[in-house]
């Protein structure tokens, strides 16, 4: 039971450029989100999706896209990458419990 | 979702216990209470919830008002591995289009001192 794994750890892209982080959950939850995180912020939602086949925006989704791809997968897409999207991004995995991953660390140049 | 408001800092002893406070006055009947920590870099982790009655786990206790419109967070001996940012969130499980989703705010840094 490896929990939620997020890939990849860590990633520079130039401005303009695209990308897609993953992220994988085995606990069979229904709900999983997508946070980001900025130096010495809290948590923003970005996108959640509550069941497989649902994604609703969360409070910061402008920039990104998500796929809700089965109920194991959840990947956040960055279309054309910006300096302001630098950040730590955090994906969970939710039922009455929470499990979160590690992060991914992207820079923005 | 109702908002918190928790203090932006809290200093505790190690070996005593930490209460770390948070208000929730626009709480809704059917919203919990939950609690993460979140230590230096590393992903949120989930301490405790409950609904109104009091709840004790191997991590902490949660002890709710009787009017639900604030709680406290209780570390019964807090170690230096403690030290983290703590947030306290309300969160509707069922029956709520804002079922499941959790917000975060600025959360509480408690520093635990040797």
């Known amino acids: 039971n490896a929990g939620v794994t997020q890939t990849p750890k860590f990633q520079v892209l130039k401005t303009g450029q695209s990308m897609t982080l993953q992220c994988a959950q085995d606990?069979?939850?229904?709900?999983m989100y997508w946070y980001r995180q900025d130096p010495g912020m809290g948590l923003r939602l970005i996108y959640y999706?509550?069941?497989?086949?649902?994604?609703d925006k969360g409070e910061v989704p402008n920039g990104y896209n998500v796929s809700r791809l089965n109920k194991r997968e959840f990947s956040l897409r960055l279309e054309s990458a910006a300096p302001s999207q630098t950040s730590v991004y955090f994906c969970?995995?939710?039922?009455?419990?929470?499990?979160f991953g590690p992060g991914t660390r992207l820079t923005v140049l | 979702d109702a908002k918190t408001t928790q203090p932006p800092s809290m200093d505790c002893a190690e070996g005593r216990a930490a209460n770390l406070p948070c208000n929730h006055s626009?709480?809704?009947?059917?919203?919990?209470v939950y609690w993460y920590r979140q230590i230096h870099s590393q992903g949120p982790q989930y301490i405790i919830h409950?609904?109104?009655n009091n709840e004790t786990n191997e991590m902490a206790s949660l002890i709710i008002t009787e009017d639900r419109k604030s709680s406290t967070l209780i570390l019964p001996h807090a170690t230096l591995r403690d030290t983290a940012v703590y947030y306290c969130?309300?969160?509707?499980?069922?029956?709520?289009?804002?079922?499941?989703?959790?917000?975060f705010g600025q959360g509480t840094t408690l520093q635990v001192k040797p």
């Open positions: 969970a995995s939710i039922s009455n419990e929470q499990f």
């Open positions: 606990m069979n939850h229904n709900s």
């Open positions: 999706s509550a069941s497989e086949g649902t994604t």
């Open positions: 626009t709480i809704s009947g059917n919203e919990y």
């Open positions: 409950g609904l109104k």
């Open positions: 969130i309300v969160r509707a499980l069922h029956g709520s289009s804002n079922t499941g989703k959790l917000i």
